[in-house]
C-alpha cells in the first residue's frame, strides 16, 4: 500500500492515478495476452522480457503478487531457478513446464488486482 499511497499523494483534478491505473491495467492484459502467445511457441527469452517488463510497471503501483509472479518469469525466461543461486540453466522443457501454473496465477492475481483497483474508493 505505501507505493499506492504515493501515487494518491500526486492525484490532482486531471486524473493522475485514475489514467495511471487504467493504462497499467491495458497493458497489463495485452502482456499476459503475449505472455500467452510465447508459451505456447516455447519462446522462453520472450517470456522473460515479458515478465520482466509486467514486473516493473506492477512494482510502480504496488502491485506486489503479480510482481513477485513476473519476476519468477523472468528468472525463468532466462532458464535460470528463481529459488536457487545456481548459474547451471535448467532445460527449456523444465521451464516452461515451471512457467505454466506462474500463468495461472498471474491471470488471478491480475484479476484481483483489477478488481480492487476498480472498487477502490478514495479516502
Same mark, same amino acid.
Given at each position: =500500500?505505501?507505493?499506492?499511497?504515493?501515487?494518491?499523494? /500526486? $492525484? $490532482?483534478? $486531471?486524473?493522475?492515478?485514475?489514467?495511471?491505473? @487504467?493504462?497499467?491495467?491495458?497493458?497489463? !492484459?495485452?502482456?499476459?495476452?503475449? =505472455?500467452?502467445?510465447?508459451?505456447?511457441? +516455447?519462446?522462453?527469452?520472450? /517470456?522473460? *522480457?515479458?515478465? %520482466?517488463? /509486467? *514486473?516493473?510497471?506492477?512494482?510502480?503501483?504496488?502491485?506486489? %503478487? !503479480?510482481? @513477485?509472479?513476473?519476476?519468477?518469469?523472468? %528468472?525463468?525466461?532466462?532458464? =535460470?531457478?528463481?529459488? *536457487?543461486?545456481?548459474? !547451471?540453466? =535448467?532445460?527449456?522443457?523444465?521451464? /516452461?513446464? +515451471?512457467?505454466?501454473?506462474?500463468?495461472? +496465477?498471474?491471470? $488471478?492475481? %491480475?484479476?484481483?488486482?483489477?478488481?480492487?483497483?476498480?472498487?477502490?474508493? +478514495?479516502?
Amino acid at each position: =500500500m505505501g507505493v499506492f499511497n504515493q501515487i494518491l499523494e /500526486l $492525484d $490532482d483534478e $486531471d486524473g493522475f492515478y485514475q489514467d495511471m491505473v @487504467e493504462n497499467y491495467l491495458e497493458q497489463a !492484459v495485452e502482456t499476459i495476452r503475449l =505472455m500467452d502467445e510465447y508459451f505456447s511457441k +516455447r519462446e522462453l527469452t520472450q /517470456l522473460g *522480457k515479458r515478465g %520482466h517488463f /509486467l *514486473k516493473g510497471s506492477s512494482a510502480a503501483l504496488g502491485v506486489i %503478487h !503479480v510482481q @513477485e509472479i513476473c519476476e519468477e518469469i523472468q %528468472h525463468l525466461g532466462d532458464r =535460470m531457478d528463481p529459488d *536457487k543461486e545456481s548459474e !547451471v540453466k =535448467m532445460s527449456v522443457d523444465d521451464a /516452461l513446464a +515451471r512457467i505454466k501454473p506462474l500463468l495461472a +496465477r498471474l491471470k $488471478d492475481e %491480475h484479476a484481483k488486482a483489477a478488481e480492487w483497483f476498480y472498487t477502490f474508493e +478514495r479516502p
